[in-house]
């Protein structure tokens, strides 16, 4: 079943395309040659938008689009719990086994929960994650929130 999830993320994705944005930031893992460019857009401390353009496995391109959806419209502090629990789980080294719980928190990103025990694999299913908490940051340092 996650791999389906995974796999759909990657035919059908959410929020691909470059749009305006607050800031934007460029992302490589060196390791597989995944690349993502991601742009926030901010309204006061909510998200307003999230959008990218990637290339690379459809792991580092499904989580860009897991991001994008479970991202958009939410206030920051809600979103960086959100990145906090994917982090958590992606660090855990299939150690963590998804309950209920982190189910209603990550949504489709728990399909990932299996790619926590890959260490390359993490790195790629963390791409758009790290680029989104980087674009956020320079949003907000740069003061560009509507």
Known sequence: MYQDVILDHYKNPHGRG???????????????????????????????????????????????????????????AEAQRIQETFLELMQSKGRIEPDDAMEEVLEDAVAFAGVSKYPARVKCALLSWMAWKDATAKALSEGKTA
């Open 18 to 76: 470059l749009r305006d944005g607050d800031a934007e930031v460029h992302h490589v893992n060196p390791t597989c040659g995944d690349e993502i460019t991601l742009r926030v857009r901010l309204a006061g401390e909510k998200i307003e938008d999230v959008s990218y353009e990637g290339q690379g496995c459809s792991i580092s391109q499904a989580s860009a689009s897991v991001l994008n959806e479970l991202l958009v419209g939410k206030e920051l």
